[in-house]
């Protein structure tokens, strides 16, 4: 066992990594079952397939059903859930601490035990569908899809999470084995737990359930991805207009990433920000308006996403590319770069109230930096960050020439250029 700024790492002899973290003044525990496994290891042929398998886990093992699954944690006053990204997918438990053992062998059941059957297969390929009608009839979630999709053209991580119709409703039991066996390898799993828990006792819960031997599977390919710009409409009958101003930027493995997230903050997070006060308070031309950055290993998606009348469209569109320029001219304040750190810097250490949170930036911070970052280094580097770092980084990213633009709304709005 490794103990590294108050963080326990151990790992087992077959490659699984545990990390966990004792938390001695709360009575629960949040554990979960990460796996370095999205949608990013997959191809056009089997796209969704990572967001499949997580619902099939939850659909029956060899030793209990899908109804004993959820009843067993349940009744014991916890709860269990899962999520897919586009590299990572999670199985997670919490509950109270003296029930971790049944926890741990559930998930454990789940993640080597789950039969497959064709008849489930075939009823929750239904239910998937139905969540991706879902993203289709609401706008405000589909553009993000969509505006990925175009942006990163070509690779695997412009694909959707919950991939298409036609593969969903096509899958089979030999094809979740097939994904199963060439990515979900030991090398590849990690046990990550916070609150009131032993690191020795998950260890050796560990070493007593994972008893089937998942093999290894390999780091996965990180390839270039080209940039690409472009503009798309989407045609859907709707009152509004949804748009994005987006591009690609660094991921979490660059320098300039905590930058680039107080240079969001300042453009579009927050009421107080330059876009909400201008788009919103000034003129009082949208409802909603926000600046995302959506981080993975090596880039981000960067943008801005706003809602408004098809009239009004191309002048919030104007308004957006303004505050672009201004803040590639002119320094912001001290003051107003100041806000920002304590927006950012706030919603760090109120996040490390729920040990859920804590749990999966553990875990995400051990995937992609094999350690875990300590919360001290991260308020620092955001401390570190200057107004010069500021206009720096508004000159190299927020270059209109580069920038896509999609847009769902009834008529196809017509996008000039940004000069």
Known sequence: MTILNGFNITELDNGVRIVTENIPYVK???LGFWFDVGSRDE?????????????MLFKGTEKRSAKKISSEIESLGGYLNAFTSKEHTCFYGRGLSRHINKTFAVLADMVQYSIFRENEIERESGVIVDELYDIEDSPEELIFDKFESLVL????????????????RNFTREDILRFIGANYGFDRTYIVVSGLVEHNKVVKLAQKYLTRDMGLAGKRVITDIPM???????????????????????GYNHNDRIKITLLSHILGEGSSSRLFQTVREKNGVTYQINTFLNSFYDLSTFGVYFSTSEKLAEKVRALVYNEFRKIRKREVSQSELNRAKEYLKGSILMGLENTTNRMMRMAQSFIYFDRVKPVEESLKEINEVTPEDILEMANKYLDENIFSEIVISSKNIFMHSAA
């Open 43 to 55: 191809n056009e042929k089997n796209n969704g397939i990572s967001h499949f398998l997580e619902h």
């Open 28 to 30: 629960s525990f949040s």
């Open 228 to 250: 690409t710009s472009g503009c798309l409409h989407v045609g859907k009958e709707i009152q509004q207009a949804h748009m994005i101003i987006g591009t690609t930027v660094p």
């Open 153 to 168: 053209n070509g690779n695997s991580l412009g694909m959707p999470i919950i991939g298409t119709e036609n593969n969903i």
